[in-house]
């Protein structure tokens, strides 16, 4: 067994030289063997630089085809051997390890382009002899007058020797002369062609306008048309043909015959028909693929009023898990079976199922109850889902997740009918797969709008459309301003002002997060620097920051530097700034996630547990956590707003807070709205409140204001 090529020029030349041995024996050429290997190398170099290429360009698998037609490899065999090796043998040699399904894909597209290309150069050059011909044969006829026996020689050796079929008809149609080729067209027979009359020969796929363009040949009003025609053999099959018909007229110019010229091109429509199945068909599953869908439903929406439509838009559930365990030959044999039942689903007229890619499928249906008919199409694939594929022995249950599209044709383009059905799709997945939903347009502005915010944030935050609010902090005891939560807030250039609610799960989602908070947290403790200037020499205490810590930010390893980085930079004490974590990121927290919050807590920062009560949480943990202070969530206060309150909020922020305080840690309590839960929070030993009793969250300077009024009482 011989080795492997080493490098990829030793795999191209492989792939050249097993081109060579397979076109060599179809072409004309005068050169050897090895010496037609060498004029292939450079066309199978750029064959390897498109099947690589990150943009598809068309126009250079049509320049590989034409120089085919250079190098003399007119024969259509040769073609079919040239195509057909570079399906079998250009992926195997030039892919180095890609994706096989996109790299055979793209070279299903190149075959195409080298056909098209091939074509192409052909038909030119054959033009260029028709041309050729049909002035050796005017002038011949130009001759007879002055040396017939001459002339009549030197057309009877163009008109024997061509290559292209080659007839003379009269006004009236009936063919008086044709050449050898023009009679293998037709079976070989001279009774098959001559006698016959040109008019007989119609075909169902005659476009309409040829027998238009030969009426006006015949009466003199045109000197020749070119069309592309069909006729039936006597055995039945099709010859199609590049048909040009010119009119020969006589010495005082009146019409006399027609000379008519064919190229046989059956091979290559047949040859351009597969290709046109295999670039609109996947290949593994034998399903139309997303060009041809798209197609199909592009003509449906633009069928006109009064037409509807269905789409069915399906995700297999945990298909990662089965390529990830059972490996991807098994996957692709799931994959196949899903297939032959989704087609077995969709079998009336109108109905189509195509393969997007993946584990993706899409079913359409039309029709003038679609509601009704595409619920009826999704129920039909969901049952046919049920049975458990066998895969490798082993039962597989396939699960999948539809989303539901019907509608007007008309009214949405195709690429927002198949966005709509994605959305739909993953909201039926989100709800815990195994289903379907119908589409919601509220549902899709919802998520086109995230979608939108989300490309939005990192510009956002660059062009500092981000600001902070204020909400203070009041002691119960007394009544003074303590400090402020530090509050983000984005003020969009189309939404208006958009809470954190909004966007910052969109930052933690995208890692945007960690620069953002970095943001907040800089703002904010400059912003307690210019508190503490404003209230020195007063009797008022410190006011302090809380800024609040996301879980992304708490494993980000530059938490601790860049926190003692910017109370550095802003000449602010570390007691001034308390960074507030919520119950739930801590749960189940390990050393290495505690540590830089331990760090920053021997430091001097203040750590607050926030939405406390709502993880969850053993009470134990409370021992092991670096917090200072414990925040009430606001649905302990809610049960407070009447009176008398409820005696279970009462008796549990009453145990909440004496072992808050046992345990030395200050309590603070969210959602405070009215005066009467104020009292009750105060009695029940709470250390700190906030809430729109106090104040909304609003700029720096209303803090400023709330705090100097405590000062002077």
Request: glycine content about 8%; proline content about 4%; aromatic content about 6%.
């Amino acid at each position: 067994m011989s080795a492997e090529p080493d490098g990829p020029e030793d795999r191209v030349r492989r792939f050249a030289t097993i081109w060579s041995r397979a076109v060599f024996p179809a072409t004309s050429t005068s050169l050897t063997r090895p010496e037609f290997e060498e004029q292939l190398l450079p066309l199978a170099r750029r064959l390897s630089e498109m099947l690589r290429a990150r943009t598809f360009d068309a126009a250079e698998g049509r320049a590989v085809g034409a120089a085919l037609v250079d190098a003399h490899c007119t024969d259509p065999e040769a073609l079919t051997r040239a195509l057909d090796c570079i399906d079998a043998y250009l992926v195997l040699y030039c892919g180095e390890d890609g994706p096989q399904d996109d790299l055979r894909a793209r070279s299903a597209r190149l075959q195409h382009a080298v056909a098209a290309g091939f074509a192409q150069a052909l038909r030119e050059r054959t033009l260029a002899e028709q041309e050729a011909i049909a002035q050796a044969a005017l002038r011949a006829q130009g001759v007879v007058a002055q040396a017939l026996h001459t002339s009549e020689a030197r057309f009877r050796a163009v008109f024997e020797g061509a290559a292209i079929g080659i007839g003379i008809a009269d006004l009236d149609g009936h063919v008086l002369e044709a050449n050898q080729a023009l009679l293998r067209m037709f079976g070989g027979s001279e009774q098959n062609v001559r006698g016959r009359n040109f008019r007989e020969w119609t075909h169902a796929d005659d476009a309409p306008q040829v027998w238009r363009l030969y009426e006006e040949l015949v009466r003199g009003e045109r000197e020749h048309y070119h069309v592309e025609k069909a006729f039936y053999r006597p055995d039945g099959t099709v010859l199609w043909t590049n048909l040009t018909v010119s009119l020969l007229r006589d010495a005082d110019g009146n019409p006399q015959y027609q000379l008519a010229l064919m190229e046989d091109t059956t091979e290559r429509r047949l040859l351009n028909l597969r290709l046109r199945y295999e670039a609109t068909h996947d290949a593994l599953t034998g399903l139309p693929n997303r060009t041809l869908f798209f197609e199909r439903l592009e003509k449906v929406l633009n069928a006109g009023e009064g037409r509807r439509f269905g789409l069915c838009y399906l995700d297999l559930d945990g298909f990662k898990t089965v390529n990830d365990s059972l490996g991807h030959a098994a996957g692709d044999r799931l994959l196949v079976e899903v297939a032959d039942r989704l087609q077995a689903c969709a079998t009336a007229p109108g109905e189509m199922v195509a393969r997007l890619g993946g584990d993706e499928f899409v079913a359409l249906t039309t029709g003038p109850d679609s509601r009704r008919e595409v619920d009826e199409l999704a129920a039909r694939i969901m049952n046919a889902l049920v049975a458990p594929v066998i895969v490798e022995g082993r039962e597989l249950t396939v699960r999948g997740s539809i989303g539901i599209v019907e509608g007007a044709a008309g009214e949405r383009s195709a690429a927002e009918v198949l966005r709509s059905a994605d959305i739909t799709m993953y909201r039926a997945k989100s709800a815990g797969g195994n289903r379907f939903e119908l589409a919601d347009a509220e549902a899709d502005a919802r998520v086109i709008t995230r979608h939108g915010l989300t490309t939005a944030l990192p510009a956002a935050l660059e062009r500092s459309e981000f600001f902070i609010e204020y909400q203070p902090l009041v002691h119960l005891g007394d009544g003074s301003v303590r400090g402020a939560e530090a509050l983000v807030r984005w003020l969009h250039p189309q939404h208006g002002v958009l809470g954190p609610d909004r966007f910052i799960p969109l930052a933690e989602h995208t890692g945007l997060i960690v620069p953002l908070g970095r943001w907040v947290l800089e703002q904010s403790v400059r912003q307690a620097r210019d508190w503490q200037e404003r209230h020195a020499g007063t009797a008022t205490a410190p006011l302090r920051i809380n800024v609040n810590l996301s879980p992304c930010q708490l494993t980000h390893a530059g938490l601790v530097q860049d926190t003692v980085d910017i109370l550095q930079a802003a000449g602010v004490e570390p007691d001034a700034l308390c960074l507030e974590v919520t119950e739930s990121a801590l749960i189940g927290a390990d050393d290495d996630l505690l540590k830089p919050l331990r760090r920053l807590a021997e430091m001097g920062v203040d750590i607050a547990l926030d939405d406390f009560g709502t993880g969850y949480s053993n009470l134990a943990n409370l021992r092991r956590l670096p917090v200072s202070i414990l925040k009430l969530d606001r649905s302990f206060t809610q049960g407070m707003q009447q009176f008398p309150a409820d005696p279970v909020d009462l008796k549990i922020v009453e145990g909440i807070v004496s072992l808050a305080h046992s345990l030395d840690l200050a309590v603070t309590v969210e959602g405070v709205e009215t005066g009467a839960q104020a009292e009750q929070l105060r009695i029940l030993g709470c250390d700190t409140a906030q809430g729109w009793y106090y104040a909304r969250p609003g700029p720096p300077e209303r803090l400023h204001e709330l705090a100097l009024v405590d000062a002077t009482g």
